[in-house]
């Protein structure tokens, strides 16, 4: 179960990392977010390509629960398996909530789940104060999964110290990427109106 939790996270990685490049690119404004997402849509959107995604992301998240689980369970701990553990265990819980959320609005209501479906949340009242710390929690806790899972890997060709600063680099590279998304969704560079078919609920 490791090694395909491990191929299949590399998979999830490379689509979350292409989703933020996505959302920070709204700094430039809505449009610029919106043509970026047509265009990688080209690609995700194919029914094979969208469906062995959602696999892959479902099965990162309930085996990130199953393995911080079965590690919780290990009498001794290092401060890094610590991370990892309880890193997988939010990103695990995230995940699962985002993509049946996402894919769920997207079937039931017919949501373009756009720009305006992650903006409408970080908006308005009372969905902020549940949607800010979730999507910040969301970021920040795949930063930390894949600092931790990094450093433990580059201690096999640097120093510890050199490792610790690759982690804190990480952490300190997607607090920024986390910051600007939030600030740019929430209307801090330009004005957000979001349209009425997302007010359903």
């Known amino acids: 179960m490791k090694q395909i939790h491990r191929i299949t996270g590399i998979i999830v990685s490379i689509f979350i990392v292409a989703h933020l490049f996505n959302h920070c690119m709204a700094y430039y404004g809505i449009e610029t977010h919106q043509a970026i997402l047509e265009s990688f849509r080209k ?27 079965k590690l919780r369970k290990k009498g001794q701990r290092t401060s890094l398996e610590k991370l990892k553990m309880y890193s997988g265990l939010v990103l695990g819980l995230f995940i699962l909530q985002h ?9 039931y209501y017919e949501f373009d789940t756009n720009f305006y479906f ?21 970021i920040m806790a795949f930063a930390v999964h894949i600092a931790a899972v990094h450093r433990g890997k580059i201690t096999r060709f640097v120093s510890i110290q050199q490792a610790t600063i690759h982690f804190y680099g990480i952490l300190f590279f997607f607090f920024l990427v986390a910051a600007l998304i939030l600030f740019t969704f929430t209307g801090g560079f330009y004005e957000i109106e979001i349209p009425s078919q997302y007010n359903v609920y």
């Open 43 to 69: 690609v995700y959107r194919i029914p094979v390509i969208e469906f062995l995604l959602v696999a892959a992301f479902v099965f990162q998240g309930v085996t990130g629960i199953q393995l911080f689980l």
């Open 99 to 107: 993509i049946g959320a996402t894919i769920g609005m997207r079937w």
């Open 118 to 138: 992650a903006a409408r949340v970080a908006i308005q009242e009372p969905f902020l104060y549940y949607f800010i710390p979730y999507y910040f929690a969301g």
